[in-house]
């Protein structure tokens, strides 16, 4: 079955400092990976997915960036955190025989 | 995209109580399925139904698709204080890979 870790679990960031945070999926190859956000008490705002490695879709305009250098690896990245970056980052796998998305246990990040 | 739109966004009842929720999206699906998410933690499938099904059981879960309404409903029957979470649907179907997800019902339910 298909893991999802996610690295680091809470985080505390200035307002203008960069952001590195990791998705890495163990017992599947191959899946589609997908960045969601979610504000407090919201719902989920996906941000990007991926469907292979180098290939990076983005739902919405922001200064988040993502990128996919290894089949089972996805990274989160900003070069500068806004305010409005704070939130609860969660990472999913999608294995497409499975129909299920596994999701990580979260990044929550509060930028001040 | 796939999404699902859940009603209502907040339901309370007793424990011991039945909760129903909706879900209603806008394309053809494929699968519908529903997860759960816990305060603070990631979300986990609970159950998927397929666009040929009309009805699926689970332990004490029973989810509904009309297709014809674009809708479907997630009943949680003799509920429990650990059923306190927040519900979501998305469409699994093949075809799109942008699976996203409406806001949810909040649940709590109160011993």
């Known amino acids: 079955s298909q893991t999802i870790h996610q690295w680091p679990a809470t985080l505390v960031q200035p307002v203008g400092s960069p952001l590195s945070l990791e998705c890495t999926v163990e017992?599947?190859?191959?899946?589609?990976l997908y960045w969601y956000r979610q504000a407090a008490g919201r719902g989920l705002q996906l941000l990007f997915y991926?469907?292979?490695?180098?290939?990076i879709s983005s739902e919405v305009p922001q200064n988040l960036s993502a990128s996919r250098p290894q089949d089972r690896q996805f990274i989160l990245s900003s070069k500068k955190l806004l305010l409005s970056d704070s939130g609860f980052y969660l990472c999913?796998?999608?294995?497409?025989?499975?129909?299920?998305?596994?999701f990580g246990a979260g990044s929550r990040l509060t930028v001040l | 995209s796939q999404q699902g739109e859940e009603d209502p966004q907040a339901l309370s009842i007793q424990e011991g109580e039945n909760a129903t929720m909706n879900c209603s999206y806008k394309?053809?699906?494929?699968?519908l399925q529903w997860y759960r998410q816990n305060s603070g933690r990631g979300l986990v499938h609970l159950i998927l139904?397929?666009?040929?099904?009309r009805e699926k059981h689970s332990g004490r879960l029973r989810v509904t698709l009309d297709t014809s309404k674009k809708s479907s409903s997630l009943l949680i029957t003799a509920s429990r204080a650990a059923d306190t979470a927040s519900y979501f649907c998305?469409?699994?179907?093949?075809?799109?890979?942008?699976?996203?997800f409406g806001k949810g019902t909040k649940l709590s339910v109160i011993p």
């Open positions: 991926s469907v292979g490695i180098g290939q």
């Open positions: 017992g599947t190859s191959n899946p589609n």
């Open positions: 139904i397929r666009s040929n099904e």
């Open positions: 394309t053809s699906i494929n699968n």
């Open positions: 999913a796998g999608f294995k497409a025989g499975a129909n299920v998305l596994t």
């Open positions: 998305v469409d699994s179907g093949a075809g799109s890979y942008q699976l996203t």
